[in-house]
């Protein structure tokens, strides 16, 4: 049973893949993992559909590992299987430029049903399709109203900070911003 203040986190394969251990130096290493220790030392819980999950277990460093171990011993993942909503797929796809943006968009699209079945927060590095998600919310106003947070842009949105201030769903960290 989650308490009822508890957010739920969409967490990309991407910042599992690259969350370094503690003797790790590069810098996206060393962010991802401190936003993920943080999340563990929070009240924070983390969604898995089947596809994430098995995104996570084809694409992990040890210490995501160790820490989505750590997470399910404290039961604080919540395993969810949202229905697939293809009139959405489609609405936010009508949107792309080229096949790559479609290809894209459709990729990671599963990360946007799981936020809208949850709390509405993604956390990826994507930044790529984070931008056609962004300019979809202008036309597709299911999407308009997600968190995305980028734990690798420090300087810009201060995760850490965010996460420590009780991950507030602030307006510019909406896709509509």
């Known amino acids: 049973m989650r308490s009822r203040d508890s957010k739920r986190f969409v967490i990309d394969t991407d910042v599992a893949q690259s969350s370094g251990d503690e003797d790790a130096t590069d810098p996206r290493a060393i962010n991802c993992r401190d936003f993920l220790?943080?999340?563990?030392?929070?009240?924070?819980?983390?969604?898995?559909?089947?596809e994430i999950s098995e995104e996570w277990k084809r694409h992990r460093s040890g210490f995501?590992?160790?820490?989505?171990?750590?997470?399910?011993a404290r039961r604080r993942i919540d395993r969810i299987n949202?229905?697939?909503?293809?009139e959405l797929r489609d609405k936010v796809t009508v949107t792309a430029s080229n096949e790559d943006e479609i290809e894209a968009m459709e990729k990671d699209f599963h990360l946007l049903q799981a936020a809208l079945a949850t709390d509405r927060t993604v956390i990826s590095l994507d930044e790529t399709v984070r931008d056609l998600f962004k300019r979809a919310s202008q036309q597709v106003g299911e999407i308009q109203r997600i968190i995305w947070v980028n734990p690798d842009r420090t300087a810009e949105e201060q995760p850490i900070i965010w996460l420590q201030n009780g991950a507030p769903p602030e307006t510019h960290r909406r896709l509509s911003a």
Do not use: N
């Open 64 to 72: 995501a590992l160790e820490w989505r171990v750590s997470m399910d």
């Open 82 to 86: 949202p229905p697939e909503d293809e």
């Open 37 to 50: 220790k943080v999340v563990r030392s929070q009240d924070y819980r983390i969604v898995m559909t089947r």
